[in-house]
């Protein structure tokens, strides 16, 4: 073969997964048409997955919460796991608060304000790209840890088929956003301290593959969310996420026996979802932070929730750290 020859061929292979990825993204844009089609793809797409996994947190509006998160996440980490958070403040007392949580963690965490950006999406889109490349994880600032947690083991993970989850665990029996009992799915099977079952046959949060709240995706594939979905709001990104449903549901669901995080939706700051929230308000919390008072995010660690969302008590403290 020539010389010109060989560096087609170099240049198609070079371009040929993204144009895979594209064809990939485009057929489930619609939702989910030309399934059987795009399923063949999708399961003949094996990625890569170097040892490195990263988190993205969302926050607004609630320093004090976003800093039980941290504080919480940095006591039962285990290996490494670099972490951003995404902020908006909508008054100055509430941006004051976060130059506190920032000042705390200092370098440890990469804090990045989203007014300084043309859109979340333009923020988020940077963020990601600054992500190493392996796995990733999204959280919002009213999650707390409640066990230790291993991310090299995490990082080593085959996510080719698998989604896992941080927040399921065997003793979610209950779902706070429907206000329902939820049965374990039948197939639930119990391997080496993990739980594995198929995401298209759990019900509510066992069937819900696609959630910002601590399940574990290819940085690859995030990207490729960011690139060809529109969203303006952590909201109704995850929104956009269930197009891709179809192919999601088909994976298999992986988590811990118990899980390691809860949402304690204490409040709501946002107003494109008519979610159940508590009456402890953003701007209560916000009095208390500045006044040198936190969440004494210890009284959570080895809780049994009976749901991904559960609301709870806040325990304040004194403030350490500064």
């Known amino acids: 073969m020539g010389s010109k020859a060989q560096q087609v061929v170099q240049l198609v292979k070079s371009h040929l997964r993204e144009f895979v990825e594209f064809y990939h993204w485009q057929l489930f844009a619609s939702g989910g048409s030309n399934y059987s089609k795009s399923k063949e793809i999708h399961l003949s797409w094996k990625v890569s997955h170097p040892s490195s996994i990263s988190a993205v947190v969302f926050s607004k509006d609630r320093a004090m919460q976003l800093h039980a998160l941290l504080a919480s996440f940095f006591d039962t980490k285990v290996g490494e796991c670099e972490i951003f958070v995404i902020y908006k403040s909508s008054t100055a007392e509430h941006k ?17 304000d989203q007014e300084k950006y043309p859109a979340f999406r333009d923020c988020l889109e ?8 392996g796995k990733l994880f999204f959280l919002v600032d009213d999650i707390v840890f409640t066990e230790v947690v291993d991310y090299q083991l995490l990082a080593s993970l085959d996510l080719s088929e698998t989604v896992f989850s941080l927040r399921m665990g065997e003793h979610l029996d209950y779902s706070y956003v429907v206000d329902a009992s939820q049965p374990l799915p039948k197939a639930l099977v119990h391997t080496d301290g993990y739980l594995r079952w198929q995401w298209s046959a759990g019900r509510l949060d066992w069937g819900y593959p696609l959630s910002v709240d601590g399940h574990v995706f290819s ?10 979905f529109e969203f303006g709001s952590p909201s109704s990104f995850e929104n956009s996420l269930q197009k891709l449903k179809y192919i999601y549901r088909n ?10 995080i809860v ?9 494109e979802v008519n979610n159940l929230h508590g009456t402890t308000h953003q701007d209560d919390l916000l009095r208390q932070w500045l006044d040198g008072m936190a969440i004494d995010h210890r009284k959570f660690r080895g809780w049994v929730n009976h749901s991904v969302h559960q609301e709870a008590d806040f325990h304040l403290i004194k403030r350490e750290g500064e």
């Not at 004051?96 to 990045?112: D, L, N, Q, T």
């Not at 940077?126 to 490349?133: A, D, R």
């Not at 949402?263 to 107003?271: L, M």
Request: no cysteine.
């Open 263 to 271: 949402n304690i939706p204490a409040n709501k700051v946002q107003d």
């Open 219 to 228: 940085t690859d594939e995030v990207r490729l969310w960011i690139k060809y």
């Open 126 to 133: 940077l963020v990601v790209s600054q992500s190493p490349k």
């Open 96 to 112: 004051k608060a976060y130059e506190v949580v920032s000042r705390i963690f200092g370098e440890k965490v990469k804090f990045v």
């Open 251 to 260: 994976k298999q669901g992986m988590s811990f026996r118990k899980a390691r």
